[in-house]
């Protein structure tokens, strides 16, 4: 991340539980009128797999290989966009 770009991030890890969580309470991942958490994250090994904007209705992706890629990309209209290495959420813990 570009430097003077310092995010405050919480953390929460998640397991299998939280499946069923996710699916009781974010039906949509945009969550219009939600009183819950909107802009949900998730990583992979520390970098950013997927994450959301909602109040903007963004989604970013990042896949961690071509299968990945080739399923999110059956679920709706993406744009690509190519994005400097720089500009990825890394988590430093």
């Known amino acids: ?18 499946n069923s969580v996710l699916k009781k309470y974010y039906s949509k991942i945009f969550l219009e009128g939600c009183k819950y958490p909107e802009d949900l994250c998730f990583f992979h090994e520390k970098k950013l797999l997927l994450g959301t904007v909602s109040h903007e209705k963004i989604c970013y992706l990042y896949p961690i290989d071509k299968a990945m890629e080739s399923r999110f990309q059956q ?9 400097l290495q720089e500009e990825h959420i890394t988590l430093v813990l």
Request: charged residues 25%; glycine residues 8%.
């Open 1 to 18: 991340m570009p430097s003077g770009f310092n995010l405050k991030v919480y953390v929460y890890e998640a397991s299998l539980k939280a």
């Open 75 to 83: 679920l709706g209209l993406w744009k690509e966009k190519k994005y």
